[in-house]
């Protein structure tokens, strides 16, 4: 506890388009109105009506002393953002007024193992220019360590509170060599008010992101079909339609790799067309009531053949539960990585305050946990997988996929690594 706002202050400290001016006495109100209806949201919502036995009205004033304290409204976010971490809770978070600056920061990573990775770099990016690679080991980010337990508090420093015009790197390529970077990011300014053509040009882009997060799969024969999720967004008959394709193959292997979540709907209509009967994923445990969760299964269309499901560190919350049903019925083989045991049930609030300007912000409150039929939840334990298969440091800078290779091959079918890798990358677009 109590690690995120030095870590939010020190991911502002670096950023030039953010205001780290002293607060205007507007300004603090406008912390204190967040504040006040940020935890009130949580007070009336929050799934636990104990709060995990939290004194929240006496942290609620704790918080509001510090605001007043505060030098900057970066430290005035943190604080509030502070707060709701005491819930220690993977989907109760502030979602703070916009920032009309993005960041492009030229690279990904993700956790493999215990260990951060960089899985992505941008050509012509100033990661690239600056000697960053796939495969390079990512020891710290600012200063922090690069782990298991601190990626999501990182992540959601660096790409949601504080976009960052730089930031410092410590990183170990793969040859052992040590790496003191730092890099810059591309920074672009968007529109600080909404007009007919913003809103247009974000319709166009929520199509294609919603494009991006539909189901794919690849058929290799009546041997094996791959069904890649990104997101659990589809629903009934899209769903059946996918795995009416399934039926005709021996194998299926679901991948839920690097998949957040999405709709508990969703999940319901994916494990239905895996069972021939009626299965209970666990109980809905919320503020006021505790309901069975029970899958509908498909008696007459079910997939019946062999199921293999990838998991990774950033498979969370819907695909985390889809994968635990798989496993504790036995229904199949669940391999990869170890995931990330965020797994509840959040529901999003959106204020708007002030007059010229109006400021808009919210905050995910979580509203249910689902405890699994062995009676425990996997938030902060995830699931354990039948198999443990990683990529190595070598694979990620050579761009190979061992991992969805290796469970083809279980199918009886060949896949080489680089093949693997290539499988669902979109296709470059033609002019």
């Given at each position: 506890?109590?690690?995120?706002?030095?870590?939010?202050?020190?991911?502002?400290?670096?950023?030039?388009?953010?205001?780290?001016?002293?607060?205007?006495?507007?300004?603090?109100?406008?912390?204190?109105?967040?504040?006040?209806?940020?935890?009130?949201?949580?007070?009336?919502?929050?799934?636990?009506?104990?709060?995990?036995?939290?004194?929240?009205?006496?942290?609620?004033?704790?918080?509001?002393?510090?605001?007043?304290?505060?030098?900057?409204?970066?430290?005035?976010?943190?604080?509030?953002?502070?707060?709701?971490?005491?819930?220690?809770?993977?989907?109760t978070s502030f979602i703070p007024p916009g920032n009309v600056y993005t960041a492009n920061y030229g690279w990904e990573f993700k956790i493999i193992g215990n260990r951060g990775f960089v899985t992505e770099v941008s050509p012509g990016s100033d990661a690239e220019s600056k000697g960053m690679r796939p495969g390079d080991e990512l020891l710290t980010i600012n200063g922090f360590a690069v782990d298991r337990a601190g990626v999501p508090m990182l992540k959601k420093a660096l790409y949601g509170f504080f976009q960052s015009k730089s930031v410092d790197l410590e990183l170990r390529n793969p040859t052992g060599k040590l790496l003191h970077l730092t890099v810059a990011s591309e920074v672009k300014r968007g529109p600080e008010f909404e007009?007919?053509?913003?809103?247009?040009?974000?319709?166009?882009?929520?199509?294609?992101?919603?494009?991006?997060?539909?189901?794919?799969?690849?058929?290799?024969?009546?041997?094996?079909?791959?069904?890649?999720?990104?997101?659990?967004?589809?629903?009934?008959?899209?769903?059946?339609?996918?795995?009416?394709?399934?039926?005709?193959?021996?194998?299926?292997?679901?991948?839920?790799?690097?998949?957040?979540?999405?709709?508990?709907?969703?999940?319901?209509?994916?494990?239905?067309?895996?069972?021939?009967?009626?299965?209970?994923?666990?109980?809905?445990?919320?503020?006021?009531?505790?309901?069975?969760?029970?899958?509908?299964?498909?008696?007459?269309?079910?997939?019946?053949?062999?199921?293999?499901?990838?998991?990774?560190?950033?498979?969370?919350?819907?695909?985390?539960?889809?994968?635990?049903?798989?496993?504790?019925?036995?229904?199949?083989?669940?391999?990869?990585?170890?995931?990330?045991?965020?797994?509840?049930?959040?529901?999003?609030?959106?204020?708007?305050?002030?007059?010229?300007?109006?400021?808009?912000?919210?905050?995910?409150?979580?509203?249910?946990?689902?405890?699994?039929?062995?009676?425990?939840?996997?938030?902060?334990?995830?699931?354990?997988?039948?198999?443990?298969?990683?990529?190595?440091?070598?694979?990620?800078?050579?761009?190979?996929?061992?991992?969805?290779?290796?469970?083809?091959?279980?199918?009886?079918?060949?896949?080489?690594?680089?093949?693997?890798?290539?499988?669902?990358?979109?296709?470059?677009?033609?002019?």
């Amino acid at each position: 506890m109590g690690k995120l706002l030095p870590l939010l202050v020190a991911m502002i400290a670096l950023t030039s388009f953010a205001q780290a001016t002293q607060l205007s006495r507007r300004d603090r109100e406008l912390a204190e109105t967040m504040l006040s209806n940020i935890s009130s949201d949580v007070h009336k919502y929050y799934f636990d009506a104990k709060l995990h036995g939290l004194d929240w009205d006496a942290l609620v004033r704790e918080t509001k002393q510090n605001i007043d304290k505060a030098p900057d409204e970066a430290t005035a976010v943190g604080e509030i953002e502070a707060l709701l971490e005491r819930l220690n809770d993977s989907h109760t978070s502030f979602i703070p007024p916009g920032n009309v600056y993005t960041a492009n920061y030229g690279w990904e990573f993700k956790i493999i193992g215990n260990r951060g990775f960089v899985t992505e770099v941008s050509p012509g990016s100033d990661a690239e220019s600056k000697g960053m690679r796939p495969g390079d080991e990512l020891l710290t980010i600012n200063g922090f360590a690069v782990d298991r337990a601190g990626v999501p508090m990182l992540k959601k420093a660096l790409y949601g509170f504080f976009q960052s015009k730089s930031v410092d790197l410590e990183l170990r390529n793969p040859t052992g060599k040590l790496l003191h970077l730092t890099v810059a990011s591309e920074v672009k300014r968007g529109p600080e008010f909404e007009t007919s053509w913003n809103l247009n040009q974000q319709r166009i882009a929520n199509q294609k992101a919603w494009d991006r997060e539909k189901a794919k799969y690849k058929e290799f024969g009546p041997e094996l079909m791959i069904l890649r999720v990104p997101a659990f967004l589809q629903t009934d008959l899209d769903v059946d339609a996918l795995f009416r394709r399934a039926r005709n193959h021996r194998t299926l292997i679901v991948d839920l790799r690097g998949t957040p979540g999405g709709r508990i709907d969703s999940v319901h209509d994916y494990l239905g067309d895996i069972f021939d009967h009626d299965v209970k994923i666990g109980d809905s445990v919320k503020r006021d009531k505790v309901a069975p969760m029970i899958v509908k299964g498909s008696r007459r269309g079910a997939f019946s053949g062999d199921l293999i499901v990838l998991v990774d560190s950033e498979t969370a919350s819907a695909g985390e539960i889809f994968a635990r049903v798989v496993q504790v019925q036995e229904r199949g083989t669940i391999l990869g990585d170890h995931s990330s045991g965020r797994t509840m049930e959040s529901r999003l609030f959106i204020h708007i305050t002030g007059g010229n300007p109006v400021y808009t912000y919210g905050d995910s409150v979580t509203v249910a946990d689902t405890v699994m039929t062995d009676g425990k939840s996997l938030e902060h334990i995830g699931v354990a997988p039948d198999r443990m298969s990683l990529p190595s440091a070598d694979d990620l800078a050579a761009g190979r996929d061992p991992v969805l290779a290796y469970a083809a091959g279980l199918a009886g079918v060949t896949l080489s690594a680089e093949d693997a890798a290539r499988l669902f990358q979109p296709a470059t677009p033609t002019e």
